[in-house]
């Protein structure tokens, strides 16, 4: 049984899905690769040349969340929290009017 099947968590009805082997195995590849990027994070964050792919892989791993399941509130707090991550610059340019 997946997450997916539970009724108070998935926001759709995946049963016809999850009989079907091609896609209970891209579930499986999708679990080992989040296991992997959630174990990995801050040693990715840490690094110049991978950070953006990884703040980017979180993005649309919570939005995913947001999309399909009902966790409260948890997806949106999160996606809140990745912009703790962007550079000053990136808001001085975005948000500072300039006369």
């Avoid at 108070?8 to 296991?35: E, G, V």
């Avoid at 990884?54 to 999309?67: E, R, S």
Wanted: proline letters at 6%; aromatic letters at 14%; one cysteine or more.
């Amino acid at each position: 049984p997946t997450v997916l099947s539970h009724p108070q968590y998935s926001r759709w009805d995946f049963s016809r899905l999850l009989a079907k082997p091609w896609f209970t195995t891209l579930l499986a590849n999708l679990s080992d690769f989040i296991r992997w990027w959630e174990v990995l994070f801050p040693l990715l964050l840490c690094q110049r040349h991978s950070r953006t792919l990884c703040i980017l892989i979180g993005v649309l791993f919570h939005l995913a969340l947001l999309l399909i399941m009902h966790l409260r509130l948890f997806p949106i707090i999160m996606l809140v929290l990745y912009a703790t991550l962007l550079p000053n610059a990136w808001f001085r340019k975005k948000l500072v009017k300039r006369d």
